[in-house]
């Protein structure tokens, strides 16, 4: 059947009707009255979603380019950086450093383990002279569904006192309690097609005061990813290029739905949702990538021993069309990835649940009871 397609990948995640009709509207001025004022909305919206009082931008961009913003506007060549690399996305961050003539050094570990905030410390304790300028973390690896501790390790950066803590929360804003203010977190970045329920092309950068003291003396080149030109647009309800019109009046609708759900209620869907996974992953006696004390709320990646991950992917789409994400780099064949994250619903969990029951059973796969994976993700639906 056609257009029955359920994305059950960490992004781009399922769009909520609302949006889909918003972005079917004829576009509307950018340099418009009634634009203006909707960039308004959303930008205390996105404040509120953030939990700060500190500028939020929006960017053309995807959250790639986000986090890349986030670091070259507060650093200049050469300077010394920590970079947390714990798979796909932290090894990102390291080869960006690089590409921008930074002094990085990464503190790493096994991808499906979270990272050491010991080794932050460490690291952060001995810098006597402060010439570590930034620590940059990703706070969930999407790659591989660790949530890294992002509060004790920036407890560390707060305790040396001036280094920036840059944080990737790509897949963690809008569906984890990232308390921006109350952590005094410097540099914060996000992507539209994640919690957001929008599509790809935008990102957002949310700044401190103490960021933009670095950034008067910031030298790394940039032009149209200087957030300066941003900050100035946007306190004048505008932006300094032109945007994705129809994406930011689907953000417009977005984030009225979710300031409608309230944050506790969205951070407690994730977490439910979540727990829901893993039980039915458990019930089905397939190993999770993740410990469950360091489980992302936004993806839940599933090994497979013994088994392609890549025929279960392909035969959940060809049979159900349900997308499944998949390993990246050496991980690719060997892990599949469940997204539920941003607009998914119990229904869909317990949806994906049954047909992988199915799907695993036509594989072959005989080392589970059937229903056994329902049965446990309705547990904690009950």
Excluded at 70 to 85: E, H, K, Q
Aim: with cysteine.
């Amino acid at each position: 059947m056609d257009d029955k397609l359920m994305l059950m990948i960490p992004g781009p995640t399922p769009v909520p009707e609302a949006a889909l009709l918003a972005l079917a509207k004829h576009p509307i001025g950018h340099r418009t009255a009634e634009f203006s004022n909707m960039i308004g909305e959303v930008t205390e919206n996105l404040k509120w979603l953030h939990q700060t009082e500190n500028d939020v931008l929006t960017l053309n961009v995807s959250g790639t380019g986000a986090v890349e913003a986030g670091i070259i506007n507060f650093l200049s060549p050469g300077d010394r950086i920590l970079v947390g690399s714990n798979g796909k996305f932290g090894e990102r961050w390291v080869e960006v450093g690089k590409a921008f003539g930074l002094n990085v050094e990464a503190i790493t570990a096994e991808w499906g383990k979270p990272l050491d905030p010991a080794q932050f410390a460490e690291k952060l304790q001995a810098d006597t002279n402060k010439e570590i300028k930034a620590v940059i973390l990703t706070h969930s690896e999407t790659s591989t569904g660790v949530l890294n501790d992002l509060a004790t390790i920036n407890s560390h950066v707060k305790a040396h006192g001036e280094a920036l803590i840059i944080v990737d929360a790509v897949t963690s804003l809008g569906a984890y309690n990232v308390e921006v203010d109350v952590l005094g977190l410097d540099v914060v970045a996000s992507g539209s097609q994640k919690g957001y329920m929008i599509p790809p092309g935008l990102g957002f950068v949310s700044v401190s005061p103490k960021a933009w003291e670095a950034y008067k003396t910031a030298k790394l080149p940039k032009y149209y990813l200087d957030l300066g030109k941003y900050r100035k647009a946007t306190a004048k309800n505008s932006t300094p290029f032109t945007p994705p019109i129809n994406l930011i009046v689907a953000l417009h609708t977005t984030l009225g739905m979710m300031k409608k759900e309230g944050l506790e209620s969205i951070f407690s869907r994730h977490e439910r949702q979540k727990n829901a996974t893993r039980a039915a992953i458990k019930a089905l006696n397939l190993p999770l990538f993740a410990p469950d004390e360091y489980a992302s709320p936004a993806i839940t990646a599933v090994s497979v021993p013994g088994m392609e991950a890549d025929k279960i992917r392909s035969a959940m789409k060809k049979r159900f069309d349900i997308a499944l994400a998949g390993g990246q780099d050496h991980l690719s064949n060997k892990i599949f990835r469940i997204g539920h994250l941003g607009f998914v619903s119990d229904r869909d969990i317990l949806s994906c649940i049954a047909s992988l029951e199915v799907v695993l059973a036509e594989l072959g796969y005989d080392k589970f009871t059937p229903g056994a994976g329902i049965a446990a993700a309705a547990k904690v639906f009950g």
